[in-house]
């Protein structure tokens, strides 16, 4: 089983539309969580980044955390045809291990 | 804001050659990685480095090394490049518990 299981989608969704994407997790060390946004043949670009749990909220984007369920979740409002990319969640250890763990990403298309 | 670069977007090499992917970085940042991404599997760490002259092993680092002569500077080497490291590399930094920030990424062939 992988430490962080992300949906592959692809998520199609008309434009206008509320995303709602999700990963879950086995590891109760991870203090730090990301989400990036990956357009076809770019590097990841940090979208949102947030500590323990909790909402924050930058935009149209809203990441939550809850960790007694190991549950995070990216929102995005209003989406956009230029929101079409690929989202990646990433976590990290609190102290030790100073890389991240990654999810395999969700392939997002929104629709004009 | 954040600037990794890497050397190469595309490179082309043959079974058996010596590979050198560079990746700089200018805020001075002590921690540096190196990923592979491939359909299906994501991200996975090849090898980090915290400091100058300082490497750790990541999750897949056979048939790769790494040198950090230089505190902006981590290079991947790949000892006799094989047809299984085709891959997207990316290269990131950080500094403390920041989030990483990624270069555009290598898309290496091995013919």
């Known amino acids: 089983q992988k430490e962080v299981e992300q949906d592959p989608g692809p998520l199609s969704v008309p434009e206008g539309a509320i995303v709602s994407l999700n990963c879950t997790y086995s590891?109760?060390?991870?203090?730090?969580f990301m989400w990036y946004r990956q357009y076809s043949r770019k590097g990841p670009e940090l979208l949102m980044y947030?500590?323990?749990?909790g909402n924050k909220e930058d935009g149209r984007f809203t990441a939550q955390v809850d960790k007694s369920s190991k549950y995070i979740s990216l929102f995005i409002r209003d989406s956009q045809p230029s929101d079409s990319a690929t989202y990646l969640c990433?976590?990290?250890?609190?102290?030790?291990?100073?890389?991240?763990?990654f999810g395999s990403g969700t392939r997002l298309q929104v629709q004009p | 804001d954040v600037k990794v670069t890497q050397s190469s977007r595309y490179l082309v090499k043959r079974t058996g050659e010596k590979v050198f992917l560079e990746c700089v970085q200018d805020?001075?940042?002590?921690?540096m990685f190196w990923y592979r991404q491939d359909p299906g599997l994501g991200l996975r760490l090849i090898y980090f480095s915290y400091d100058v002259k300082m490497k750790e092993k990541g999750d897949i680092p056979e048939g790769y090394s790494v040198s950090r002569e230089k505190k902006e500077r981590f290079s991947l080497i790949l000892e006799s490049a094989s047809t299984n490291q085709t891959s997207m590399y990316l290269c990131a930094s950080s500094s403390g518990n920041q989030p990483q920030h990624f270069g555009d990424g290598t898309r290496l062939s091995i013919l």
């Open positions: 947030t500590y323990s749990s």
């Open positions: 805020m001075d940042h002590e921690n």
């Open positions: 590891n109760s060390a991870f203090q730090y």
């Open positions: 990433a976590m990290k250890e609190g102290t030790g291990r100073r890389a991240l763990t």
